[in-house]
């Protein structure tokens, strides 16, 4: 037993199964806290049976998994700024009835979901939220960004944060390169609190040619937003 999960990560063995008791969960470091990290091997983290919740207040990062390793979230609520990034993946990371919920800061505007060159991601009944922001901040969280990368939704909801004008809200998707395949899902776009300048776009194709093909699933911009931008 640890009540330090990240000693729990470093210390399991490739392939290990980490029941996570209910509670507040933040990485080493003081004031600021590091991310949780899975770093290069197979891993499984889910919530033990019963409430309270499981909640990371610091971040996850799963990077480095090799092909034929496979990472396995299941269960958990993640908040914080930049609340999960998964990058540099050969192998599968699977989030299943996992909450990301942004949270804006008053200087920046962030992105709640950081997906960067890997091979198989996939998210199955999954609430992906981007940030609502502070009052009077010129800020907002977008929720999901993927650069070369391979992306599945099933049964899950990705919503970009409001704004509060003047800046943009945030878009629910954006995909640099890469595939993403959506079954049963809805992407949509964050609205404004004050209609000023439009809502965020739902699903952003961007540069590198990203092909995305959609299956009993809705994308919507958020209130005066488009739902698929150019």
């Not at 933040?26 to 590091?34: D, E, I, R, T, V």
């Not at 889910?46 to 909640?55: H, I, N, R, S, T």
């Not at 997906?115 to 907002?140: K, M, W, Y």
Request: overall charge negative.
């Amino acid at each position: 037993d640890f009540s330090n999960l990240q000693s729990a990560i470093d210390t399991a063995a490739d392939g290990d199964i980490l029941l996570v008791r209910g509670g507040s969960y933040a990485g080493p470091g003081f004031p600021l806290q590091a991310p949780m990290t899975i770093d290069g091997k197979s891993l499984t983290i889910q919530e033990d049976v019963g409430p309270p919740a499981v909640l990371l207040t610091s971040g996850l990062v799963v990077r480095n998994i090799g092909a034929g390793q496979r990472v396995v979230v299941r269960g958990i609520t993640v908040s914080c700024n930049v609340e999960l990034v998964v990058e540099d993946c050969a192998g599968v990371v699977w989030f299943e009835d996992v909450i990301v919920s942004g949270q804006c800061t008053p200087f920046e505007s962030v992105t709640s979901t950081l997906i960067d060159h890997c091979d198989q991601v996939i998210f199955n009944r999954c609430n992906l939220i981007g940030g609502s922001p502070f009052a009077f901040a010129e800020t907002t969280s977008n929720s999901v960004h993927a650069t070369q990368s391979k992306v599945h939704l099933y049964d899950t909801l990705v919503t970009g944060g409001e704004s509060n004008g003047p800046v943009p809200s945030a878009y629910g998707m954006r995909m640099d390169g890469g595939l993403l395949m959506a079954s049963g899902s809805t992407i949509r776009g964050g609205g404004t609190a004050n209609q000023i300048p439009c809502g965020g776009a739902g699903l952003w194709l961007a540069s590198g040619f990203p092909k995305a093909y959609l299956l009993d699933t809705t994308v919507t911009g958020g209130e005066g937003g488009c739902g698929l931008a150019p």
